[in-house]
């Protein structure tokens, strides 16, 4: 997987919030649901486009399907990782207030174009 189709999978807002509630830790599609508030078929589609990139994980617990952030995506794009795990002030903003995002996304995009030119 190359780099362009992992900005292509954060470039969405559902997904790059789903991979900002996975940092903190792993979740059932159930949960996701329910913290994003959207439908299960969104949910799903966009975990599907997430594990697709390689970015998100999935295992079976029972009955229960987890999903995490994917190790290989950690080592891989180690600075990536550690500045969307680090930046929990952009964190707080996806999880909470998709509207302030948008206001500041211009600002984020200078920021994940910083990081690029780093990898």
């Known amino acids: 997987m190359d780099l362009v189709e992992i900005y292509k999978s954060l470039g969405e807002i559902t997904r790059l919030r ?3 509630l996975l940092l903190d830790k ?4 159930y949960h996701i ?3 994003l508030f959207v ?3 969104n ?3 966009h975990l599907t486009k997430l594990k697709y990139a390689k970015i998100v994980k999935e295992e079976k617990e029972g009955q229960k399907i987890f999903f ?16 969307l795990l680090g930046n929990r002030i952009t964190h707080e903003i996806f ?13 984020l995009d200078l ?9």
């Open 95 to 107: 999880r909470n207030d998709e509207k302030v995002y948008l206001d500041k996304k211009d600002m």
């Open 39 to 41: 439908s299960q078929s």
């Open 68 to 83: 995490s952030i994917n190790p290989q995506f950690i080592e891989k794009y180690n600075l990536l990782y550690e500045s």
């Open 111 to 119: 920021t994940y174009c910083n990081i690029a030119e780093n990898i």
């Open 18 to 20: 789903i991979v900002m």
């Open 33 to 35: 649901e329910n913290t």
């Open 43 to 45: 949910i799903s589609r």
């Open 26 to 29: 792993k979740m059932c599609g």
